[in-house]
């Protein structure tokens, strides 16, 4: 079945640097778009950026310019690379693949921001 499995969240102070991979496993996930959503307490989940097959990329205007995200289609793998890191981005961060009609979602890992 398919799988996705987060890493590389933490603790990280302002300013700072995470880099957040999600390894997918149970068919061939090349063609189809992955990316990374968050959901900050007490908000509704946000699209953060997106990656497809071919490997276009797109973002959500508050991470333009400091997240980076790209994908490994060899290692079935999705980076998200983000630089000058602000307490806003606090949240838990999910990976998802978007293969036809149905969504996959990992199950999250936890980006805190704080002093």
């Known amino acids: 079945q398919v799988q996705l499995v987060e890493s590389g969240g933490g603790l990280v102070q302002p300013g700072g640097s995470l880099r957040l991979s999600c390894a997918a496993s149970?068919?061939?996930?090349?063609?189809?778009?992955m990316g990374w959503y968050r959901q900050a307490p007490g908000k509704p989940r946000e699209l953060v950026a997106t990656?497809?097959?071919?490997?276009?990329?797109n973002y959500a205007d508050s991470v333009k310019g400091r997240f980076t995200i790209s994908r490994d289609n060899a290692k079935n793998t999705v980076y998200l690379e983000m630089n000058s890191l602000k307490s806003e981005d606090t949240a838990v961060y999910y990976c998802?693949?978007?293969?036809?009609?149905?969504?996959?979602w990992g199950q999250g890992t936890q980006v805190t921001v704080s002093s």
């Open positions: 990656v497809t097959g071919d490997g276009s990329t």
């Open positions: 998802y693949c978007h293969m036809g009609h149905i969504f996959y």
């Open positions: 149970g068919s061939d996930f090349s063609r189809w778009p």
